[in-house]
């Protein structure tokens, strides 16, 4: 069941909190089951904060400090999470349906059996991050770096190709393929390769080069 959370009893947990994360007093911020849907949180350094199985769908946590906190269970679908610092959270069973995770910082988060369906992570640093069991329908993987993160399935990148000189991934069980805001299977990818860069060489031989790369995994 979730607890309700008045604007004023949620400033004096973030005051609190704050005085404890600089050794001040204060407390650590117990968040955990809190309705927190649509809460402004823009920037807010929540560190360490336990908000297992906190609703905060829709909220605005662009820019948050969530690095190391406890949010195991909680519900984050639709919430804005651009250019936050996850690393180290505990999102095992998270809902992270459709969140916008752009440029978030995800390195070693617990994201095993997580909801990420729809979710946008495009830009992500999931290094060493643990994604067994997370639901990937239709996540959007476009220049994440998952170089050395725990997956149930196999995933392959090259960086430093192409025109934008970014990540392209594949993966080799479900034959699917993210390049910049393109995404589909190697023989469609294949296929736009010759016709976007057919004026340019150098482009179409990296590209190519990929693709057969990729082909040679399977």
């Known amino acids: 069941m979730l607890r309700t959370i008045t604007?004023?009893?949620?400033?004096?947990?973030?005051?609190?909190?704050t005085l404890w994360l600089n050794n001040k007093g204060g407390s650590k911020a117990d968040l955990s089951s809190a309705d927190l849907r649509s809460a402004d949180l823009l920037s807010t350094d929540l560190s360490y904060a336990n908000l297992r199985?906190?609703?905060?769908s829709y909220a605005n946590l662009r820019s948050?400090?969530?690095s190391y906190a406890n949010l195991r269970y909680a519900n984050l679908r639709s919430a804005d999470l651009r250019y936050a610092n996850l690393s180290y959270?505990?999102?095992?069973?998270?809902?992270?349906?459709?969140?916008?995770?752009?440029?978030?910082?995800?390195?070693?988060?617990?994201?095993?059996?997580?909801?990420?369906?729809?979710?946008?992570?495009?830009y992500a640093n999931l290094l060493y991050a643990d994604l067994r069991?997370?639901?990937?329908?239709?996540?959007d993987l476009s220049s994440a770096n998952l170089s050395s993160a725990d997956l149930d399935k196999k995933y392959v990148q090259i960086s430093c190709?192409?025109?934008?000189?970014?990540?392209?991934?594949?993966?080799?069980?479900?034959?699917?393929?993210?390049?910049?805001c393109w995404t589909g299977n190697i023989k469609d990818f294949e296929k736009r390769v010759r016709e976007t860069h057919k004026e340019n060489k150098q482009y179409l031989k990296e590209y190519l080069g990929a693709i057969k790369y990729f082909k040679s995994l399977k």
Not at 92 to 104: D, I, Q
Not at 162 to 179: A, E, M, Q, V
Request: proline residues 0%; charged residues 20%; glycine residues 2%.
């Open 7 to 17: 604007k004023d009893e949620l400033k004096i947990i973030l005051d609190n909190h």
């Open 53 to 56: 199985s906190a609703n905060l």
């Open 64 to 66: 948050a400090n969530l």
């Open 89 to 122: 959270a505990n999102l095992s069973s998270a809902n992270l349906r459709y969140a916008n995770l752009r440029s978030a910082d995800l390195r070693y988060a617990d994201l095993s059996s997580a909801n990420l369906s729809f979710a946008n992570l495009r």
């Open 133 to 139: 069991s997370a639901d990937l329908l239709s996540t």
């Open 161 to 180: 190709i192409g025109s934008r000189k970014g990540i392209t991934t594949y993966c080799i069980d479900d034959d699917f393929i993210w390049c910049a």
